[in-house]
């Protein structure tokens, strides 16, 4: 029996004992892969690509067991982290948070764009700490703007270049309803910020008022 009920074994499909390391990571055999990762004879490269498998096929078990095994290569674990957030594997996103940069770009996006442009906001909750600030790419909004995925979009607002996701969907007629989502967000986080604006303004005149009222009732004029 085949751990990923989902994808039925080929009819030729080799017993486990046989099955190589990659295969297994493929396929999800979790103790097949425990088995020969702990091998000493076995290449780090034939571990790192069973691992890379594993993340593509959302084997986060098998994913943890390689590991410790894998060579302290940040490049690998980068692209692992692209790989994960793009097919929405959250659980290995986790464990991949720790080895790789998630600030780390890749044929222009970061993981935490490439999991809010494909719609994955599980992923995209997990990496949002990592994210910086503003960052110029807004392509991950305007794609959840042409989703109408109101979720996304506010994780990715506060992350994104907004004037440039709605320029950018501005561009193309057919976009118009998405740019208006962004537009009216905007609106709205502009008139909360004004109106948190005045009411600081407001507090902080009534708590000089005060002062000057406790100041002049103490006041003990000189005899």
Known sequence: MTPNQQNPLPS???????????VA???????R????????TLHAGHKAAAARL????GHSDILRVLLPY?????NWANVALMTAASYGHADCVRLLVDVADPRAVRDGQTALEAAAQYGHTQCARILLP?????RLNSLALQSAALRNDQEMIDLMYTV???DAAIDALKRHP????????????????????QQVLRDTVNAVVAQIKKRRANSADNFVPSS
């Open 12 to 22: 030729n499909f080799p017993p486990e004992h046989e099955l190589s390391i990659d």
């Open 25 to 31: 990571a493929c396929w999800g055999f979790l103790e």
């Open 33 to 40: 892969v425990k088995t020969l990762a702990a091998k000493e």
């Open 54 to 57: 594993a993340v593509r096929h």
């Open 70 to 74: 894998l060579p302290s290569y940040q």
């Open 130 to 134: 990592y994210a910086e600030p503003k």
């Open 160 to 162: 994104s270049d907004v």
């Open 174 to 193: 057919e976009n118009t309803e998405a740019w208006q989502r962004l537009a009216a967000r905007k609106a709205v986080d502009t008139n909360h910020n």
